[in-house]
């Protein structure tokens, strides 16, 4: 069974589509980040699956269940906001067994729940505090907790760590995946941030104006896009339109591209004569063979050396662990034939 299914979903806005003919099933237990640019349509979504929105065309399923035309009060799913959205007058404790109260769940029940979730969010020595003497940290555990309780089928996420500071953003990153797991939630996550994106999800929805780009999970999402979009969205891409020169060896075609003659491992031979390759910074090798290039542009960046490159017409980047390159240096690169991918689009 599926936790959620969406068939054929659009919404549209005064004549101005927003999602376009969406299907996506997500299992139970998965964490699955919706992700894109602004406008893209990612919260637009999450609104419509928690019932904010309604739908133009389409249909939306919980545990095989149609809520299509259901309020979000009779659904069961729960929603951790962005602004936190808690009750300023309200304690802690009351902030978090506030919708227990609504359901009218019996006071043990209530001090059961808010038990748990308060020692799992190392939340227990701040219970009688109210939230204008919380850290921005230890408010969005509670915003967290608060739908915790409640024990939903589904937890949606709308950018709870934008408001964040980078480091206490990665504390609660982590603190949200964990509790998903424990509590073994079916979670929708809304970011644009990719590496958040890449971090937590078992499987990332990346949506580009309404429509999904590419569904995978982290892994492939990075190393195997489908198109420029994706490469260019999802990490640094170094994207070239190219002319298919033919076979070098058995799988592996030479494909000449403003930079040069790049090899590229295929399993299939490429469609037409034309085509768009990409390969990410990381992947280039600086050595003693390869394409001859000048170093325009160096940018130590810690754990690696970012160097914009020209060679040829064409322009790339390449970031090496270790170089002792420099601006107006010529050096030569390799990029291992099985690290270049094609791309769907047609160029």
Not at 47 to 52: A, C, M, Q, R, T
Not at 277 to 302: D, K, M, S
């Amino acid at each position: 069974m599926t936790a959620i299914r969406i068939q054929g979903l659009t919404k549209t806005f005064d004549g101005f589509t927003a999602l376009s003919d969406i299907d996506l099933d997500v299992a139970p237990g998965e964490f699955v980040t919706l992700l894109g640019p602004s406008g893209c349509g990612k919260t637009t979504l999450l609104k419509v699956i928690s019932g904010f929105l309604e739908p133009t065309e389409g249909k939306i399923f919980i545990e095989g269940s149609d809520v299509t035309a259901i309020p979000p009060e009779r659904r069961d799913t729960a929603l951790c906001f962005q602004s936190y959205a808690l009750f300023p007058h309200l304690t802690v404790r009351q902030n978090l067994e506030f919708g227990l109260r609504q359901k009218k769940l019996p006071r043990s029940d209530r001090d059961e729940r808010v038990k748990d979730v308060s020692q799992k969010l190392d939340l227990a020595a701040q219970m009688d505090k109210l939230p204008n003497q919380l850290s921005g940290g230890q408010q969005q555990r509670v915003s967290l907790g608060r739908a915790l309780v409640m024990r939903p089928k589904v937890i949606l996420f709308d950018e709870p760590l934008s408001n964040l500071d980078a480091k206490l953003r990665d504390q609660v990153r982590i603190e949200i995946r964990r509790i998903q797991r424990d509590y073994g939630l079916t979670a929708i996550y809304v970011t644009h941030d990719q590496s958040e994106a890449l971090a937590m999800s078992d499987r990332v929805v990346l949506l580009n104006s309404g429509r999904i780009e590419q569904v995978d999970t982290p892994e492939t999402l990075y190393h195997r896009p489908r198109t420029r979009f994706a490469a260019d969205f999802i990490g640094n891409s170094n994207v070239f339109t190219g002319q298919v020169l033919g076979e070098d060896s058995p799988g592996r075609w030479n494909i000449e591209t403003p930079a040069g003659i790049f090899t590229c491992a295929l399993e299939d031979a490429p469609h037409g004569k034309e085509v768009a390759l990409c390969w990410r910074p990381e992947h280039a090798v600086i050595g003693e063979t390869g394409i001859e290039a000048r170093v325009l542009n160096r940018a130590f960046q810690g754990h690696f050396t970012d160097l914009a490159c020209a060679a040829g017409n064409g322009e790339f980047r390449v970031q090496a662990l270790e170089t002792t390159a420099r601006e107006g240096d010529v050096i030569r690169i390799h990029v291992p034939p099985d690290r270049i991918r094609l791309l769907e689009d047609r160029p």
